[in-house]
């Protein structure tokens, strides 16, 4: 921990924070894409020792609305990082990102209570740059790929690195190529990560990781300057299948549009499914009908930027 003499503001700090979808096929724990679905969250700095904390949107119901929120809890290692915590804090938050759904709802609570307590913090940047802000975020998310894509915006190719001993999240932007758009499916039932974590194998048959492997290379050059081939580059190999039984549905449409030619994948840890595509009005809807009931379906640009 820092121990700088901080100065906080005393105005209002709000910021926005995208939705995230993982893994976008093939790309474990490592491929990341910010979707044009917004959190947003607004904060100030308190002279009494309160946590003021009012959330309403997705889930408002079932968020902490106390020192344990999320929001604040980022915050507060911030502040820690940056040298010094304040007294109280009062937080207001829209949530927009649907929870337990596979879309990074967690990371933009976390991205966002980082970003704010920086921007409450008068040369906050000289405190924590966005690198600094990343390995944050990761240490608090557990992982770095949806956090990478809500701080960048755009597509983010994450990874872990043993920095002076340390674990560390790292990560850079690939570009999206402008016809690329999405489709979100959304279940009303949820998934926890943790639960969809524990139905992966400890091996994958070899022939398999080969293919996934050079799935996932490929993928970076399908977003970037090849849509048409997103739909061979966003086949997986390596968790889809193994947790199957967690979201059936979702994989049996993941399937259905797959062999229709879609770019189908479940979106992170599922149920949600996303479709990559560069199609037009009327195809967009044949995508959207082949889903059926049990889904509600967004279409959505890829958020070029992260934090706002």
């Known amino acids: 921990m820092a121990t700088n003499r901080l100065t906080f503001k005393a105005t209002l700090a709000q910021v926005s924070v995208p939705a995230t979808s993982a893994n976008l096929g093939p790309g474990f724990d490592t491929f990341g894409l910010a979707l044009d679905l917004r959190d947003r969250y607004a904060a100030q700095i308190l002279d009494d020792a309160v946590f003021d904390v009012d959330v309403s949107g997705e889930s408002a119901d079932e968020v902490k609305k106390d020192k344990n929120n999320l929001v604040i809890k980022s915050m507060l290692r911030g502040f820690e990082f940056m040298g010094q915590k304040p007294r109280g804090i009062a937080l207001r938050a829209l949530n927009v990102t649907p929870h337990g759904r596979g879309l990074g709802s967690s990371a933009?609570?976390?991205?966002?209570?980082?970003?704010?307590?920086?921007?409450?913090?008068?040369?906050?940047?000289?405190?924590?740059?966005s690198e600094e802000l990343l390995v944050l975020a990761t240490e608090l998310e557990g992982h770095p790929d949806n956090v990478a894509a809500a701080i960048n915006g755009g597509?983010?190719?994450?990874?872990?690195?043993?920095?002076?001993?340390?674990?560390?999240?790292?990560?850079?932007?690939?570009?999206?190529?402008?016809?690329?758009?999405?489709?979100?499916?959304i279940p009303e039932n949820h998934l926890s990560t943790s639960k969809a974590r524990k139905l992966l194998p400890e091996t994958v048959p070899f022939r398999d990781a080969v293919l996934n492997s050079s799935h996932s290379a490929l993928l970076s050059i399908a977003l970037s300057t090849r849509p048409d081939l997103l739909l061979t580059a966003t086949e997986d190999f390596l968790h889809q299948s193994y947790r199957a039984e967690?979201?059936?549905?979702?994989?049996?449409?993941?399937?259905?549009?797959?062999?229709?030619?879609?770019?189908?994948?479940?979106?992170?840890?599922?149920?949600?499914?996303?479709?990559?595509?560069?199609?037009?009005?009327?195809?967009?809807?044949?995508?959207?009908?082949?889903a059926g009931s049990g889904f509600s379906a967004k279409e959505l640009a890829i958020s070029r930027s992260g934090i706002e």
């Open 108 to 129: 933009s609570a976390i991205v966002g209570g980082l970003a704010l307590a920086r921007d409450l913090v008068l040369g906050g940047e000289q405190y924590m740059s």
């Open 155 to 185: 597509a983010t190719i994450a990874w872990m690195e043993d920095i002076y001993g340390v674990k560390t999240g790292c990560s850079v932007s690939i570009p999206v190529h402008q016809d690329i758009k999405a489709i979100l499916f």
């Open 246 to 290: 967690a979201y059936p549905k979702s994989m049996a449409l993941v399937l259905q549009l797959r062999a229709a030619g879609v770019a189908a994948t479940i979106s992170g840890a599922g149920p949600s499914v996303l479709v990559l595509h560069n199609s037009s009005g009327p195809e967009v809807l044949e995508i959207i009908k082949a």
